[in-house]
């Protein structure tokens, strides 16, 4: 279990996440990333970009700014 604070519009917020895995190479966003696919908006690791499912039209192309 790891406990992540994230900003919501109103206050700050700890969640708590079970059964994790560190991907070092990994740089998306996990919350992020649940809240796309929740609207039909897929991410694509080997060509580093945001979709939608239905068209597959681009979205967003991402980059790694650091981190993991």
Known sequence: MVTITIN???R???IKLFY???A???FINIVVLLRATNNNINF???RNLL???V???TVYYTRRL???
Do not use: D, E
Request: aromatic share 16%.
């Open 55 to 57: 068209t597959g039209k």
């Open 8 to 10: 919501t519009v109103t």
């Open 66 to 68: 650091g981190g993991y």
């Open 20 to 22: 994790i895995a560190l």
């Open 12 to 14: 700050k917020l700890n």
């Open 44 to 46: 694509n690791l080997g």
């Open 24 to 26: 070092p190479t990994f």
């Open 51 to 53: 979709y939608y499912l």
